[in-house]
């Protein structure tokens, strides 16, 4: 008698953190994985954008079409269509024209092409969902704003 009451209120009312407990580690679980993605945007992606590519591809100049300031920007794609698409950096154009044949790419135009390095954290960052956070504008670095005089 006594043995049925207490099984009968123990799964709600005894331990109510039984119901939370699991639902809170999952959202600690996915809040430290989306943390993580938007994190290696804006350390390992954004700084080779904003060096190589932001002077031709912002807001006020589109070359072809593209701008590589804003997420909204960049999935809306350039004058040919989609440039990335996300946890695919097989079909991303932009992967194709920064990725060098014969010591040459066609991204960033007449300039060099990018070390490995920076193609591998593009081809990375793709392949994992190309996480932008939207609260990160670019802007064309320094070394892409100074002027050809200073050669
Ligand atoms: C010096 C200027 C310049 C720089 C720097 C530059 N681009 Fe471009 N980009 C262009 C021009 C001009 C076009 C138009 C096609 C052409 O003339 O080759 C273009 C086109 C593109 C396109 C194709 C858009 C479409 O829909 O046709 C992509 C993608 C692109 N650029 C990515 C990049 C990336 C990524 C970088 C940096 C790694 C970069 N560009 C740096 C000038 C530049």
Redesign the pocket.
Known sequence: MVDSVTLERNPRSTFPHCRALPIAAFLCVATAASFAKSGEFATYVAP??ER??L???NEAVR????S?ATASAVFA?????R?IEPGSPAAS??LD??TPANGRA??????DP?TPAEIGALRHWISEGAVWPEDITLKAGRI?HAPPLLL
């Open positions: 080779v954008l190589r590519c002077g031709c591809h070359k072809g079409g593209l590589l794609g350039g004058e040919n269509g440039v154009y932009l024209l920064v066609a991204m960033p135009k007449d300039g990018l892409a």
